[in-house]
């Protein structure tokens, strides 16, 4: 009969007895029925490691004969094919690696020997050698990124480990430990074990969390067109609900968020990372008047609408904004109706304009739940207007412009269009629109207008959104002009970024450009009591962003 305490190992259908003492951990019990469980995986290998009230204590071999026993059970010799693909990999490592010491090795080496390396590491190489050499640079940026975080995740699993052994029962003084270890775990050599990271997942059991009902927001009467927040009734807040709820928690994803980490490849002096959390005043309060607006390029609404991640809803739930704006929509005419009857209840005004020459294609809308007292679609420019770029709501006190500035593209092919006819268009026109009331441009601009704006700004200086004719372009039609990045303005040295690509986790990292912005007249500066980024809203492959005016 199995004594209870032990540790049973199988392995061809033989059991053999050890009993172990893990050095270093205060034998320690937990109450009856209760479990902890820590997986960890390493390459081949797996072992369960279970904590447990109802085992005795049992100690009689030590951690040096486990060793011993493991070390009996070492793995077969690799075959020829291993072994060959073995040293391939680290002759690899060596150039890679001796490539990481000396980055100017990388501007020195043929085309060839770029081309070889690159398939070598599994990336693609195409283009003239420019752009192997920056596809050599980026991909050996992201490795030392990924080695970064694998140290960090180690070392704060290290720490938790440490708590966790500190912060067990102290009623009881004495623990045993089951090691139950798959046959085809123990056939992994010690070499191969000691290589591997460790990955852990803890479950959690967690009674009570908080979750917002769906809001329910009454629309203004006719008469009161105006954007006060100050007179919202208590009874539109959000009530709160307690569940039940069973959690479970990733320890290797625990990471800090990436948007307060300065990334920047050219940082100067005095520049810090934007931090909502910290960086953002205090909301009015009282019968303080101010419309709360917001933009977002959803990168597609269908496929938000259906994703379950962060939506439209949870947006208007959590920030409360008067108005919404919303580029590259993608949808098509015969869309909007059905999308309409999905908006978000309390926000009944919506408009939609479409791109007719490339369907499925761009496309901009504003979310209200006040009715504006005039919209207007497209520059009135035809040349201009078969994408659906632009939307004009005209509100008692300025007018919000809703635009998706056409982006340059591959090879820079739309360039000149964007920089010689549509900067110079919209500017044109907004400078019209203002000289009856201010005005408000909220969107994509499609612009990275300073250094401050991108993490690699030396390395994109003919990529879209950086080139020094969009720079430019943005500062002559837009800025000198007379209307304020409100951003910028209020954090003068804080880098925040609004666009981050799908590929070679740039969100992950915070590779990212501020693409999106709130340019406001210089009359309404003043009035700003807010303009801010939400980086940590996922869904696309841009974040929303807000401003808060006082009235």
Known sequence: MKRRGEAFLEEKHEIRVMKIQI?????????????????????????????????????????????????????????????????????????????????????????????????????????????????????????????????????????????????????????????????SGLKQSKRRAKQSPVEAKIEVNTEIINEKEKPSIKNKEASGNKLYQGERKASSRSSIKQIAVTERIDISMNEPEPWTVLTHKKPQEGWIPYNPRTMRPPPLTGDAKFVKLMSWNVN??????????????????????????????????????AIKQSVIEGYENSFWTCSVSKLGYSGTAIISRIKPLSVRYGLGISDHDSEGRLLTAEFESFYLLSGYVPNSGDGLKRLSYRVTQWDSALGSYMKELEKSKPVILTGDLNCAHQEIDIHDPAGNRRSAGFTDEERQSLEKNFLSKGFVDSFRKQHPGVVGYTYWGYRNGCRKSNKGWRLDYFLVSESIADKVHDSYILPDIGGSDHCPIGLVLKL
Do not use: W
């Open 23 to 183: 050095p270093g951990v205060t034998p320690l019990s937990l109450r009856a029925r209760t479990l902890v469980y820590l997986k960890a995986r390493t390459t081949g290998s797996q072992r369960l490691v279970c904590y447990s009230s109802e085992i005795e204590s049992s100690s009689t071999l030590t951690s040096k004969k486990v060793k011993k026993e493991s070390s009996s059970m070492s793995s077969r010799p690799n075959t020829k094919k291993g072994v060959i693909e073995e040293n391939a990999s680290r002759t690899q490592s060596i150039e890679i690696q001796s490539i990481r010491d000396d980055p100017a090795k990388v501007k020195a080496m043929t085309v060839q020997e770029l081309t070889t390396t690159l398939r070598s590491v599994g990336v693609p190489a195409k283009g003239c050698k420019r752009d192997l050499v920056l596809a050599l640079k980026s991909f050996l940026d992201n490795k030392a990124s990924d080695e970064s975080s694998q140290a960090e995740e180690q070392l704060e699993l290290n720490i938790l480990s440490k708590r966790k052994a500190k912060n067990l029962s102290v009623e009881d003084h004495e623990q045993n430990v089951n090691i139950v270890s798959d046959a």
């Open 300 to 337: 597609g609404l269908r496929g938000l609408l259906k994703s379950k991640g962060f939506s439209a809803l949870k947006l208007a739930q959590r920030e409360d904004f008067d108005v919404l704006s919303l580029q590259e929509t993608k949808l098509q005419e015969k869309d909007v109706e």
